[in-house]
Every structure is written in C-alpha cells, then in structure tokens.
C-alpha cells in the first residue's frame, strides 16, 4: 500500500531534507513541496494528499491554522523546531510531531505510524462498503455480515461472534485488532472481554446492555464513551 504525501516549510533546507527522506520511502508518494501553506492550499485545494508533512511556525498562515482546514482524510505529521507546539498540534489530532533537527529514523516511525493508520483507515472502508468480513474457524474462512453480529466476547486468544441467527463462531484472534477493524461508533467497546453491535441492542438495564436473557456489562473504562452513543440516540 502506498501513501501519497506533500511537504509544507517555509525553510528551503528543510524542505530538501524530507523530500530525500520521502524519496527513500518506498510507501510514500511524494506529489509536491510548497514553502508556504498559503501557496500549498492553491493546489492541495483540487488534489488532496494522504500525509501532510507540516512545519508549524510559518508566515502568513501557521502549520496549526492549515491543519484545521485540511480534509479529515488528510493527516498530519508536524515538523517544528520548538517543542512547546506538541500540544497544539496533538489538539488538532496530528499523527505524530517530529523535531528539527530530523532524522531519518524518527522520520521513518513517523511515516511507518501514518501507514498503519492509513491500512486499518482502508480496511474499514471497505467493511463499511460491503458490510461483511470473513473469519477462520475450524480451518476454514466463515463470512459474517456486520449487521448479524449482535456481540463478540474476548476468550484469551479467541473471539466468539454472537450472531443473530442463533450462531456462535469461534475464531483465533484478539479483541483489539478486531476492534480496530469493526466501524464505528455502531459497533463499542463496553467492556475487555466485549465487544457490542449498539443498534442490536434490545434494551440498556442497569448500565448493562441487554439481548434476551444476556446482560453484557460496561465497565468504568469504557462507560464515558458508551453514554456519548446512547445520549445520542435517546430522545429526551
């Protein structure tokens, strides 16, 4: 899988420094460098990039304010010489922050971070498009469609889907890679060793989210994100 990127610095060397750095990438596709995020938005405007390599402190417009404006789908890893803009730039959801003086390594765990972003970004799409994915058990590949998956509960090294057809499959996986695959926000996290498909659910008792004679629990880690999907679809 490869990334397309685009470098924004106002400072020439720096600029030389990550295009080397990009070019040596094999994943990365650099498509343009820009001194400035005013001259960078006349052309990222019409042709979005992936990756943006961002320095912060720049005339005119500031590698903050840019980012702000920027597709969603576009992120960001900022490079800056000053260390007190870290948290700025994690306010606007940056991937990573690399200070100058830059190395390659750093540059390249950086760019490693975005690209497992972008894979985990991808496969979700396609989930989300063809609402099924396929599982091994008892050595075979089992399709499951997302909108039967009623829960999934964590059993060590084993997740068992719950389906609503009656079904239980068992398959040799974690519950945080599932996790990071299933869509969001329908399918939550309540609990370590659970999984829930909300718009299942038949009814939340007790803080506990219901499926005939099953109480799956929400545990204090997962709750606040839990109440933010319910306070959203109660009508007050």
Same mark, same amino acid.
């Given at each position: 899988? %490869?990334i397309?990127?685009?470098?924004? +610095?106002?400072?020439?060397l $720096?600029?030389?420094?990550?295009?080397?750095?990009a070019?040596?990438t094999?994943?990365?596709?650099?498509?343009?460098?820009y001194g400035?995020?005013?001259?960078?938005?006349?052309?990222? #405007?019409? %042709?979005?990039?992936?990756?943006?390599?961002l320095?912060?402190q720049?005339p005119?417009?500031?590698?903050?304010?840019? $980012?702000?404006?920027?597709?969603?789908?576009?992120?960001?890893?900022f490079?800056?010489?000053? *260390? *007190?803009?870290?948290?700025?730039?994690y306010?606007?959801?940056?991937?990573?922050?690399?200070?100058?003086?830059?190395?390659?390594?750093d /540059?390249?765990v $950086?760019?490693n971070k975005?690209?497992?972003?972008?894979?985990v970004?991808?496969? *979700?799409?396609?989930?989300? !498009?063809?609402r099924f994915? /396929?599982v091994?058990?008892?050595?075979k590949?089992? #399709?499951?469609?997302? +909108?039967?998956i009623l829960?999934?509960?964590?059993?060590?090294?084993?997740?068992?889907f719950?389906?609503?057809?009656? !079904?239980?499959?068992?398959?040799?996986? %974690?519950?945080?890679?599932?996790?990071e @695959?299933?869509p969001?926000?329908? @399918?939550?996290?309540t609990? !370590?060793?659970?999984?829930?498909?909300?718009?299942?659910?038949?009814?939340?008792?007790?803080?506990?989210?219901?499926?005939?004679?099953?109480?799956?629990?929400?545990?204090?880690?997962?709750k606040? %994100?839990v *109440?933010?999907?319910?306070?959203?679809h109660t009508? $007050?």
């Amino acid at each position: 899988m %490869n990334i397309t990127c685009a470098i924004i +610095d106002d400072e020439p060397l $720096a600029i030389e420094l990550l295009k080397s750095y990009a070019e040596k990438t094999p994943f990365l596709e650099l498509q343009g460098s820009y001194g400035s995020a005013i001259e960078a938005m006349k052309v990222l #405007r019409d %042709n979005p990039v992936d990756l943006l390599f961002l320095d912060i402190q720049m005339p005119e417009l500031s590698g903050i304010e840019f $980012a702000r404006i920027v597709p969603k789908t576009t992120k960001i890893i900022f490079t800056t010489a000053f *260390q *007190q803009y870290a948290l700025d730039g994690y306010k606007v959801k940056a991937l990573d922050y690399l200070l100058k003086p830059i190395a390659y390594e750093d /540059f390249l765990v $950086a760019a490693n971070k975005a690209l497992e972003w972008f894979r985990v970004f991808r496969k *979700q799409e396609t989930y989300m !498009r063809d609402r099924f994915i /396929f599982v091994k058990s008892d050595y075979k590949l089992v #399709r499951i469609d997302l +909108d039967n998956i009623l829960y999934v509960e964590g059993l060590k090294d084993y997740v068992r889907f719950y389906l609503d057809d009656g !079904r239980k499959i068992m398959s040799l996986m %974690n519950m945080k890679k599932l996790e990071e @695959f299933l869509p969001r926000p329908e @399918f939550q996290r309540t609990h !370590r060793s659970y999984i829930v498909h909300m718009s299942k659910a038949e009814s939340i008792d007790r803080f506990r989210i219901v499926f005939g004679k099953e109480f799956i629990p929400v545990s204090e880690s997962y709750k606040d %994100n839990v *109440q933010q999907y319910i306070d959203a679809h109660t009508l $007050a």
